[in-house]
């Protein structure tokens, strides 16, 4: 997400990954039955103090007593079903477009200026295709759940609104701060300071614990999906880089003023009863499950939970790979080798990246020289952190090895996780200097 403050970063060299990493569109869950929506033009249901107040309206002519007439006229939407906007106009009479802040696989996200509230919101406008409107449906939902639940509003971000709009559904949200991907991606991927993974990766862990209690299943967790609340930040020396040029030439790093984070896109999550046999997950953030064709549940989001803090680690994505065999060796690689009864458990598509349904059919299997360098260079998980962390490192190393477990059955569970040492130990007698140092 750009925002005004964080945009000015100096960030040459920084593009190494796409912008966005999105879902495959098989990656979609099968048609659920919808919660039922109200048809009109104008429905929905607003969130606020007061309680939940139900508003439908015959037709678009007057919203809350403030005439329409201060809607933009009406244009086709664009050949993938987004809606077509200019900035400055209104969406409706009571939100005017201040800027795009992002786009996903399921539509655009608009900050906007809510006159009635008369504060800044960011509205997720869904394309107008079926199969993304239920699923919209189905965020609203769960947003709705997660709201009456979350108190204070900690943890998710908070649904304030939502309507239908010439066929779009939007959903109106407070608005957040830059995503935890977009943060690092303008700070050239510099990595996070261990104490401030340790405030992040506690409160994405109480966020998925809180989840996973209401039998909610995130699936997509990923740094785009981790918004920072506010977008300030300050600089700092980056010792790493104080001996050596970089290449943006920047002896500094930006570090987020506050670590509050709350997790985002819940246009994916399902209730433990659900099937789960359909692929989920970003590739990047797949568990091992997931590609074998096991099935999942609760612990797919602790595998990305894992990844992830790798990520905020080290600055890069764990696994960059866009491919089942070389995804595997991949992990196979940081990891060690795939538990033997899961691999016999192999679905039919799966089965095909093992030879006599034992073994990874790696190298022989890879497609290029390109894919057996990304897969040799990785180093094994203990070494990988500690060539990033200094002080906690063991814990770290520790925790990851329990998050990232092969074994969906054996892998730490949310509350397990939050009760590791890398969490509950005073690390700050640990630091070599003897100070306290929150970053
Ligand atoms: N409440 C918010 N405040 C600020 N920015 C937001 C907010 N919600 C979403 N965004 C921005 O919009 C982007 C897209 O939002 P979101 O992930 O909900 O869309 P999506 O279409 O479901 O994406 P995906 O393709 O990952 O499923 C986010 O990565 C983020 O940058």
């Not at 664009?78 to 802040?101: C, Q």
């Not at 869904?126 to 199969?131: D, F, G, P």
């Not at 590609?291 to 602790?302: A, F, S």
């Amino acid at each position: 997400m750009e925002t005004q403050r964080i945009i000015e970063f100096p960030h040459k060299n920084m593009d190494k990954r796409p912008r966005k990493r999105p879902r495959l569109t098989w990656d979609m869950p099968p048609p659920l039955p919808p919660p039922k929506v109200l048809p009109a033009i104008y429905c929905g249901q607003e969130f606020g103090n007061g309680g939940i107040a139900n508003f439908s309206y015959p037709n678009n002519m007057f919203y809350r007593g403030i005439p329409c007439n201060g809607s933009p006229p009406w244009r086709p939407d664009d050949k993938d079903g987004h809606y077509v906007f200019a900035v400055g106009e209104n969406l409706t009479p009571r939100y005017r477009i201040l800027t795009k802040m992002g786009e996903g696989t399921f539509g655009q996200v608009l900050e906007c200026f809510d006159n009635e509230k008369q504060e800044v919101v960011a509205i997720k406008i869904v394309r107008s295709i079926h199969k993304y409107r239920e699923a919209a449906m189905i965020e609203i939902d769960v947003l709705q759940r997660l709201a009456r639940h979350d108190v204070g509003g900690a943890r998710c971000v908070q649904i304030r609104n939502w309507f239908d709009y010439r066929n779009h559904i939007c959903i109106v949200f407070e608005k957040l701060g830059p995503s935890l991907y977009d943060f690092l991606r303008k700070n050239s991927y510099r990595s996070f300071p261990i104490d401030l993974v340790r405030e992040l990766g506690r409160q994405i862990l109480e966020s998925v614990a809180f989840m996973h209690d209401l039998q909610l299943i995130h699936t997509d967790l990923k740094p785009e999906n981790i918004l920072l609340v506010s977008s300030e930040y300050i600089k700092v020396p980056d010792y790493k880089f104080l001996s050596r040029s970089t290449k943006d030439g920047s002896y500094f790093k930006n570090l987020p003023k506050s670590s509050a984070i709350k997790l985002i896109d819940f246009g994916s999550t399902t209730f433990e009863h659900q099937d789960h046999s359909y692929v989920v997950s970003t590739r990047h953030y797949r568990a091992p499950e997931v590609i074998l064709g096991l099935g999942w549940n609760y612990p797919c989001d602790l595998w990305s939970v894992g990844c992830i803090l790798v990520e905020l680690c080290s600055g890069e994505a764990l696994f960059q790979t866009h491919e089942n065999l070389e995804h595997l060796a991949m992990m196979e690689r940081v990891l060690g080798p795939l538990p033997q009864h899961m691999v016999l458990r192999a679905d039919r598509r799966a089965e095909k990246y093992f030879r006599r349904g034992t073994r990874l059919d790696w190298p022989d299997g890879a497609t290029s020289k390109e894919s057996l360098r990304a897969v040799w260079k990785l180093p094994r998980l203990p070494n990988l952190i500690m060539q990033h962390v200094d002080h906690s490192a063991g814990d770290l190393i520790d925790l990851l090895q329990g998050l990232l477990r092969y074994d969906p059955a054996e892998r730490l569970k949310a509350g397990e996780a939050l009760r590791h040492p890398f969490f509950t130990r005073d690390h700050r007698s640990l630091n070599k200097k003897g100070m306290i140092m929150m970053f």
